[in-house]
Antibody, heavy 118, light 107 residues
Framework: EVQLVESGGGLVKPGGSLRLSCAAS????????MNWVRQAPGKGLEWVSS????????YYADSVKGRFTISRDNAKNSLYLQMNSLRAEDTAVYYC???????????WGQGTLVTVSS | EIVLTQSPDFQSVTPKEKVTITCRAS??????LHWYQQKPDQSPKLLIK???QSISGVPSRFSGSGSGTDFTLTINSLEAEDAATYYC?????????FGQGTKVEIK
């Protein structure tokens, strides 16, 4: 069974940093591109970042470019999101999601809440 | 950036009724359009990929159609458990984008 479990969320002050993790199991992690998608409270879904299976290709939404860094450790079956210079508008539930072969997001984690507030 | 516009934003429907949700892209995206269901306090769940391809384990009352700029998600014979917000998503070009969501309420 495919499982994605996020961790690392919490309350952080504006300008602070946080590192999110996503532990994957139940599939060959090193064969799939992975993504971070966020959802602000009461709002819709927003794609944040993607990373290819071997980390050769990395992409970011303009809203986080230069502040967030996506990475992965295939030996540890883990995906990461380093978030720096956090702003109030980064407050959201952050989901990790696996890339399906069609470009879809075929499996999602349960999400981890990041709250940026003084 | 490709903008996806869903309609309606909200729909109140009686059980067994048919539901149609549309998603319009600001430019052609071929068939790179996917649909998700999100129930309250849950993660999104993939319903349809590549505009019309069914997903294992998803009830057959969910179907998708369309290509280019106009897409439709249809729920035949709505059930109470289908109360949720539905999102379309395009993977044709970066940045990947989602529609604003359509909330389906059961009367």
């Amino acid at each position: 069974e495919v499982q994605l479990v996020e961790s690392g969320g919490g309350l952080v002050k504006p300008g602070g940093s946080l590192r999110l993790s996503c532990a994957a199991s139940g599939f060959t992690f090193s064969s799939y591109s992975m993504n971070w998608v966020r959802q602000a409270p009461g709002k819709g879904l927003e794609w944040v970042s993607s990373i290819s299976s071997s980390s050769n290709y990395i992409y970011y939404a303009d809203s986080v470019k230069g502040r967030f860094t996506i990475s992965r450790d295939n030996a540890k079956n883990s995906l990461y999101l380093q978030m720096n210079s956090l702003r109030a508008e980064d407050t959201a539930v952050y989901y990790c999601a696996r890339n399906g072969r069609a470009g879809d997001f075929d499996y999602w984690g349960q999400g981890t809440l990041v709250t940026v507030s003084s | 950036e490709i903008v996806l516009t869903q309609s309606p934003d909200f729909q109140s429907v009686t059980p067994k009724e048919k539901v149609t949700i549309t998603c319009r892209a600001s430019q052609s995206i071929g068939s790179s359009l996917h649909w998700y269901q999100q129930k309250p306090d849950q993660s999104p769940k993939l319903l349809i990929k590549y505009a019309s391809q069914s997903i294992s384990g998803v009830p057959s009352r969910f179907s998708g159609s369309g290509s280019g700029t106009d897409f439709t998600l249809t729920i035949n014979s709505l059930e109470a458990e289908d109360a949720a917000t539905y999102y379309c998503h395009q993977s044709s070009s970066l940045p990947q984008t989602f529609g604003q969501g359509t909330k389906v309420e059961i009367k």
